[in-house]
Protein backbone atom coordinates (compact mmCIF):
# COMPACT_ATOMS: atom_id res chain seq x y z
CA UNK A 1 0.00 0.00 0.00
CA UNK A 2 3.07 2.34 0.71
CA UNK A 3 4.82 1.63 -2.19
CA UNK A 4 1.93 1.68 -4.63
CA UNK A 5 0.81 5.90 -2.98
CA UNK A 6 4.97 6.32 -3.52
CA UNK A 7 5.08 5.36 -7.35
CA UNK A 8 1.86 7.23 -7.83
CA UNK A 9 3.69 10.62 -5.94
CA UNK A 10 7.04 9.75 -8.52
CA UNK A 11 4.66 9.22 -11.51
CA UNK A 12 3.01 13.19 -11.01
CA UNK A 13 7.16 14.43 -9.82
CA UNK A 14 8.54 12.49 -12.97
CA UNK A 15 5.57 13.80 -15.25
CA UNK A 16 6.04 17.34 -13.84
CA UNK A 17 9.90 17.12 -14.85
CA UNK A 18 8.81 15.87 -18.32
CA UNK A 19 6.42 18.41 -19.25
CA UNK A 20 9.66 21.11 -17.97
CA UNK A 21 11.87 18.89 -20.62
CA UNK A 22 9.16 19.09 -23.44
CA UNK A 23 8.68 22.85 -22.75
CA UNK A 24 11.97 23.55 -23.19
CA UNK A 25 12.95 20.98 -25.80
CA UNK A 26 10.04 22.48 -28.28
CA UNK A 27 11.50 26.28 -28.03
CA UNK A 28 15.22 24.57 -29.05
CA UNK A 29 13.64 22.80 -32.15
CA UNK A 30 11.60 25.56 -33.28
CA UNK A 31 14.92 27.70 -32.98
CA UNK A 32 17.34 24.89 -34.72
CA UNK A 33 14.46 24.38 -37.06
CA UNK A 34 14.34 28.18 -38.32
CA UNK A 35 18.31 28.42 -38.28
CA UNK A 36 18.72 25.25 -40.28
CA UNK A 37 16.30 24.90 -42.88
CA UNK A 38 17.02 27.87 -44.98
CA UNK A 39 20.83 26.25 -45.40
CA UNK A 40 19.18 22.41 -46.19
CA UNK A 41 17.18 24.45 -49.13
CA UNK A 42 20.11 26.62 -50.18
CA UNK A 43 21.90 23.14 -50.38
CA UNK A 44 19.00 21.16 -52.49
CA UNK A 45 18.93 24.31 -54.36
CA UNK A 46 22.44 24.06 -55.24
CA UNK A 47 22.67 20.60 -55.96
CA UNK A 48 19.51 21.08 -58.68
CA UNK A 49 16.64 20.05 -57.04
CA UNK A 50 14.28 22.11 -58.28
CA UNK A 51 11.21 21.28 -57.36
CA UNK A 52 8.72 21.74 -54.48
CA UNK A 53 8.45 25.60 -55.05
CA UNK A 54 6.41 26.30 -52.12
CA UNK A 55 9.27 25.35 -49.71
CA UNK A 56 10.96 29.05 -49.90
CA UNK A 57 7.62 30.39 -49.03
CA UNK A 58 7.01 28.06 -46.71
CA UNK A 59 10.45 28.69 -44.28
CA UNK A 60 10.16 32.27 -44.86
CA UNK A 61 6.48 32.20 -43.31
CA UNK A 62 7.45 30.05 -40.49
CA UNK A 63 10.71 31.91 -39.66
CA UNK A 64 8.47 34.95 -39.67
CA UNK A 65 5.88 33.55 -37.44
CA UNK A 66 8.47 32.40 -35.00
CA UNK A 67 10.41 35.10 -34.45
CA UNK A 68 7.21 37.04 -33.79
CA UNK A 69 6.49 34.40 -31.33
CA UNK A 70 9.75 33.63 -29.49
CA UNK A 71 10.58 36.47 -27.74
CA UNK A 72 7.05 36.56 -25.37
CA UNK A 73 7.40 32.37 -25.58
CA UNK A 74 10.85 32.06 -23.93
CA UNK A 75 9.88 34.69 -21.50
CA UNK A 76 6.83 32.51 -20.11
CA UNK A 77 9.75 29.92 -20.27
CA UNK A 78 12.11 31.63 -18.15
CA UNK A 79 10.12 33.34 -16.12
CA UNK A 80 7.40 30.84 -15.38
CA UNK A 81 8.19 27.24 -16.30
CA UNK A 82 12.04 26.65 -15.46
CA UNK A 83 12.03 28.08 -11.93
CA UNK A 84 9.62 25.41 -11.39
CA UNK A 85 12.45 22.77 -11.85
CA UNK A 86 13.42 23.85 -8.17
CA UNK A 87 10.69 22.54 -6.60
CA UNK A 88 10.80 19.76 -8.94
CA UNK A 89 14.10 18.40 -7.57
CA UNK A 90 13.17 19.40 -4.01
CA UNK A 91 9.97 16.39 -4.63
CA UNK A 92 12.72 14.01 -5.79
CA UNK A 93 14.81 14.35 -3.02
CA UNK A 94 11.96 14.07 -0.73
CA UNK A 95 10.88 11.01 -2.68
CA UNK A 96 13.74 9.34 -2.19
CA UNK A 97 14.32 9.84 1.51
CA UNK A 98 10.24 8.34 1.37
CA UNK A 99 11.83 5.21 0.14
CA UNK A 100 14.50 4.98 2.18
CA UNK A 101 11.91 5.22 5.21
CA UNK A 102 9.50 2.52 4.01
CA UNK A 103 12.39 0.26 2.73
CA UNK A 104 14.09 0.74 6.36
CA UNK A 105 10.24 -0.29 8.00
CA UNK A 106 9.38 3.50 9.45
CA UNK A 107 6.04 3.30 9.19
CA UNK A 108 4.20 6.08 10.92
CA UNK A 109 6.46 8.28 9.98
CA UNK A 110 6.01 7.22 6.08
CA UNK A 111 2.65 7.62 6.07
CA UNK A 112 2.52 10.77 7.55
CA UNK A 113 5.42 11.93 4.76
CA UNK A 114 3.34 10.25 2.19
CA UNK A 115 0.06 12.22 2.95
CA UNK A 116 1.71 15.78 2.42
CA UNK A 117 4.14 14.72 -0.46
CA UNK A 118 1.32 13.34 -2.17
CA UNK A 119 -0.48 17.12 -1.90
CA UNK A 120 2.52 19.03 -2.82
CA UNK A 121 3.29 16.58 -6.18
CA UNK A 122 -0.26 16.83 -7.52
CA UNK A 123 -0.26 20.38 -6.93
CA UNK A 124 3.13 20.83 -8.58
CA UNK A 125 2.19 19.05 -11.80
CA UNK A 126 -1.19 20.71 -12.37
CA UNK A 127 0.97 24.01 -12.40
CA UNK A 128 3.56 22.56 -14.50
CA UNK A 129 1.26 21.61 -17.04
CA UNK A 130 -0.36 24.95 -17.03
CA UNK A 131 2.60 26.93 -17.13
CA UNK A 132 3.80 24.64 -19.57
CA UNK A 133 1.07 24.30 -21.78
CA UNK A 134 1.30 28.49 -22.04
CA UNK A 135 4.67 27.82 -23.92
CA UNK A 136 3.31 24.53 -26.00
CA UNK A 137 0.24 25.66 -27.25
CA UNK A 138 0.86 28.56 -29.27
CA UNK A 139 3.43 26.86 -30.85
CA UNK A 140 2.14 23.60 -31.92
CA UNK A 141 0.98 25.31 -35.39
CA UNK A 142 4.37 25.60 -36.33
CA UNK A 143 5.52 22.42 -35.00
CA UNK A 144 2.65 20.88 -38.02
CA UNK A 145 4.32 23.56 -40.36
CA UNK A 146 8.26 22.32 -39.34
CA UNK A 147 7.02 18.70 -39.57
CA UNK A 148 5.56 19.17 -43.41
CA UNK A 149 8.65 21.28 -44.42
CA UNK A 150 11.12 18.64 -42.64
CA UNK A 151 9.44 16.07 -44.56
CA UNK A 152 9.56 17.53 -48.40
CA UNK A 153 12.90 18.38 -47.44
CA UNK A 154 14.28 15.10 -46.70
CA UNK A 155 11.80 13.65 -49.89
CA UNK A 156 14.71 16.15 -52.20
CA UNK A 157 17.33 14.93 -49.98
CA UNK A 158 16.97 11.52 -50.61
CA UNK A 159 16.11 11.56 -54.30
CA UNK A 160 19.24 13.60 -54.82
CA UNK A 161 21.14 10.74 -53.49
CA UNK A 162 19.56 8.00 -55.62
CA UNK A 163 20.51 10.48 -59.01
CA UNK A 164 23.66 10.66 -57.57
CA UNK A 165 23.89 7.11 -58.34
CA UNK A 166 22.02 6.75 -61.38
CA UNK A 167 23.48 5.15 -64.38
CA UNK A 168 21.84 8.01 -66.63
CA UNK A 169 22.36 11.30 -67.54
CA UNK A 170 19.90 13.64 -67.16
CA UNK A 171 18.48 15.33 -70.08
CA UNK A 172 18.54 19.18 -71.29
CA UNK A 173 15.50 20.84 -69.19
CA UNK A 174 15.10 17.44 -66.92
CA UNK A 175 14.83 18.13 -63.06
CA UNK A 176 14.57 15.61 -60.33
CA UNK A 177 11.77 15.09 -58.23
CA UNK A 178 11.06 11.98 -56.58
CA UNK A 179 12.82 8.70 -55.91
CA UNK A 180 13.00 5.54 -54.39
CA UNK A 181 14.20 1.83 -54.30
CA UNK A 182 11.55 -0.63 -55.02
CA UNK A 183 11.32 -3.91 -57.11
CA UNK A 184 9.58 -4.56 -59.85
CA UNK A 185 7.11 -7.35 -59.66
CA UNK A 186 7.38 -9.19 -62.99
CA UNK A 187 10.42 -11.64 -64.54
CA UNK A 188 12.60 -12.19 -62.12
CA UNK A 189 11.36 -9.54 -59.68
CA UNK A 190 14.38 -7.58 -59.66
CA UNK A 191 15.60 -4.80 -56.88
CA UNK A 192 16.00 -1.34 -58.28
CA UNK A 193 15.31 2.22 -58.12
CA UNK A 194 12.10 4.13 -59.11
CA UNK A 195 13.15 7.48 -60.66
CA UNK A 196 10.71 10.54 -61.14
CA UNK A 197 11.59 13.94 -63.58
CA UNK A 198 9.75 16.35 -64.77
CA UNK A 199 9.89 14.47 -67.92
CA UNK A 200 10.46 10.66 -67.82
CA UNK A 201 9.64 7.31 -65.60
CA UNK A 202 12.72 5.77 -65.11
CA UNK A 203 13.25 2.27 -63.23
CA UNK A 204 16.77 1.21 -62.93
CA UNK A 205 18.02 -2.46 -61.84
CA UNK A 206 20.20 -2.86 -59.19
CA UNK A 207 22.50 -6.08 -59.08
CA UNK A 208 25.49 -7.25 -57.09
CA UNK A 209 28.31 -8.68 -58.90
CA UNK A 210 30.97 -10.83 -56.83
CA UNK A 211 34.50 -9.59 -57.80
CA UNK A 212 36.38 -11.71 -55.55
CA UNK A 213 35.88 -14.31 -52.76
CA UNK A 214 38.23 -16.01 -50.40
CA UNK A 215 37.52 -19.69 -48.84
CA UNK A 216 32.95 -19.11 -50.38
CA UNK A 217 33.52 -15.89 -48.45
CA UNK A 218 33.19 -12.92 -50.70
CA UNK A 219 35.65 -10.22 -50.10
CA UNK A 220 34.84 -7.41 -52.82
CA UNK A 221 31.56 -6.91 -54.76
CA UNK A 222 29.92 -3.90 -57.01
CA UNK A 223 26.71 -2.95 -57.74
CA UNK A 224 25.71 -2.47 -61.66
CA UNK A 225 22.83 -0.45 -62.33
CA UNK A 226 20.77 -0.96 -65.84
CA UNK A 227 18.02 1.04 -67.31
CA UNK A 228 15.34 -0.80 -67.37
CA UNK A 229 12.52 0.88 -68.01
CA UNK A 230 12.63 4.49 -69.74
CA UNK A 231 9.21 5.67 -70.33
CA UNK A 232 7.98 9.56 -71.20
CA UNK A 233 6.31 10.94 -67.97
CA UNK A 234 3.24 11.41 -70.38
CA UNK A 235 3.37 7.65 -71.47
CA UNK A 236 1.83 6.93 -67.95
CA UNK A 237 -2.41 6.86 -67.93
CA UNK A 238 -1.54 6.27 -64.01
CA UNK A 239 -0.34 5.69 -60.98
CA UNK A 240 -2.64 4.13 -58.14
CA UNK A 241 -1.45 2.73 -54.46
CA UNK A 242 -2.85 -1.10 -54.09
CA UNK A 243 -1.98 -4.40 -52.69
CA UNK A 244 0.79 -6.16 -54.81
CA UNK A 245 2.13 -9.66 -55.15
CA UNK A 246 1.16 -13.32 -53.89
CA UNK A 247 1.42 -12.04 -50.27
CA UNK A 248 -0.26 -8.68 -50.75
CA UNK A 249 2.12 -6.19 -50.20
CA UNK A 250 2.02 -2.51 -50.39
CA UNK A 251 2.98 -1.18 -53.71
CA UNK A 252 1.50 0.74 -56.92
CA UNK A 253 0.20 0.28 -60.19
CA UNK A 254 1.75 1.93 -63.12
CA UNK A 255 -0.85 1.77 -65.83
CA UNK A 256 0.69 3.15 -69.49
CA UNK A 257 -1.46 4.84 -72.05
CA UNK A 258 -2.30 2.36 -74.91
CA UNK A 259 -0.14 3.75 -77.90
CA UNK A 260 2.93 3.77 -75.21
CA UNK A 261 3.17 0.04 -75.96
CA UNK A 262 3.65 -0.85 -72.46
CA UNK A 263 1.93 -2.85 -70.59
CA UNK A 264 1.27 -2.60 -66.84
CA UNK A 265 3.44 -3.14 -64.22
CA UNK A 266 2.95 -3.81 -60.68
CA UNK A 267 6.14 -2.45 -58.37
CA UNK A 268 6.75 -3.34 -54.27
CA UNK A 269 7.15 -0.21 -52.64
CA UNK A 270 6.46 1.10 -48.66
CA UNK A 271 3.20 2.34 -47.68
CA UNK A 272 4.33 5.79 -46.88
CA UNK A 273 6.09 5.65 -50.24
CA UNK A 274 3.40 4.60 -52.35
CA UNK A 275 1.19 7.53 -51.18
CA UNK A 276 4.13 9.94 -51.87
CA UNK A 277 4.54 8.58 -55.68
CA UNK A 278 0.93 8.92 -56.58
CA UNK A 279 1.46 12.46 -55.09
CA UNK A 280 4.19 13.78 -56.70
CA UNK A 281 3.07 12.06 -60.59
CA UNK A 282 -0.21 14.01 -60.06
CA UNK A 283 2.01 17.28 -59.00
CA UNK A 284 4.00 16.37 -62.26
CA UNK A 285 1.54 15.73 -64.99
CA UNK A 286 -0.82 18.75 -63.86
CA UNK A 287 2.47 20.99 -64.43
CA UNK A 288 3.18 22.27 -61.36
CA UNK A 289 6.32 20.97 -61.01
CA UNK A 290 7.39 22.54 -64.68
CA UNK A 291 5.99 25.71 -63.13
CA UNK A 292 8.14 25.53 -59.79
CA UNK A 293 11.06 24.73 -62.11
CA UNK A 294 11.05 27.14 -64.19
CA UNK A 295 11.02 29.67 -61.52
CA UNK A 296 13.71 28.69 -59.95
CA UNK A 297 15.79 28.40 -62.68
CA UNK A 298 14.24 32.10 -63.51
CA UNK A 299 13.13 31.24 -66.99
CA UNK A 300 9.97 31.77 -68.86
CA UNK A 301 10.00 28.29 -70.75
CA UNK A 302 6.80 26.63 -71.33
CA UNK A 303 6.00 23.50 -72.81
CA UNK A 304 3.69 23.18 -76.08
CA UNK A 305 4.81 20.93 -78.39
CA UNK A 306 1.20 19.49 -79.12
CA UNK A 307 -0.11 23.43 -80.46
CA UNK A 308 1.68 23.41 -83.27
CA UNK A 309 2.91 21.36 -86.38
CA UNK A 310 5.52 18.92 -85.71
CA UNK A 311 6.94 17.93 -89.48
CA UNK A 312 9.84 15.85 -90.43
CA UNK A 313 12.73 18.15 -91.39
CA UNK A 314 13.65 14.73 -94.18
CA UNK A 315 10.29 14.23 -95.73
CA UNK A 316 8.21 16.90 -95.02
CA UNK A 317 5.43 15.09 -93.82
CA UNK A 318 3.75 15.76 -90.93
CA UNK A 319 3.67 14.27 -87.22
CA UNK A 320 -0.27 13.67 -86.08
CA UNK A 321 0.44 10.94 -83.64
CA UNK A 322 0.39 12.20 -79.63
CA UNK A 323 3.34 13.42 -78.10
CA UNK A 324 4.01 12.71 -74.48
CA UNK A 325 4.73 14.83 -72.11
CA UNK A 326 8.69 14.90 -71.56
CA UNK A 327 9.31 13.57 -74.96
CA UNK A 328 12.27 15.11 -76.83
CA UNK A 329 12.32 12.51 -79.70
CA UNK A 330 9.37 11.10 -81.94
CA UNK A 331 9.62 8.62 -84.93
CA UNK A 332 8.13 9.92 -88.35
CA UNK A 333 4.95 7.94 -89.48
CA UNK A 334 6.70 8.16 -93.54
CA UNK A 335 10.30 7.64 -93.52
CA UNK A 336 11.32 6.59 -90.06
CA UNK A 337 14.09 9.08 -89.54
CA UNK A 338 13.76 11.02 -85.83
CA UNK A 339 12.28 14.52 -85.73
CA UNK A 340 13.69 16.17 -82.53
CA UNK A 341 11.03 18.28 -80.41
CA UNK A 342 12.33 21.30 -80.00
Not at 52 to 58: I, P, S, V
Not at 246 to 274: M, N, P
Amino acid sequence: MLYSRLYSIEADISGSSSAISEARKNVASLDSATSSLPSRLSSIRGSGYLALGNLETDIELLSKSWSELAPSIKLTLANNVEPLTVQVNSLQSEARLLRSQINSGNIMNSQMSLSRLSTSASSLRSRVYTEANKVNSPIRELFSKVSNIDENMEIAEKTLAFFSQANFPLKEDESPILAYDGKILKGDKSEGTLYFTNYRFIFEVKKEVVLEKKFFIVTKKRTERTVSIDKSIGAIEEISKGRVGFLAWTGIYVRFKKSAGQEEIQFDVEGKEADNITKFFDYIIKGDADRDITKNRGTTKTENIQKRLIQCSKCYAPYTREVYRGQKTVQCEYCGAQILLE
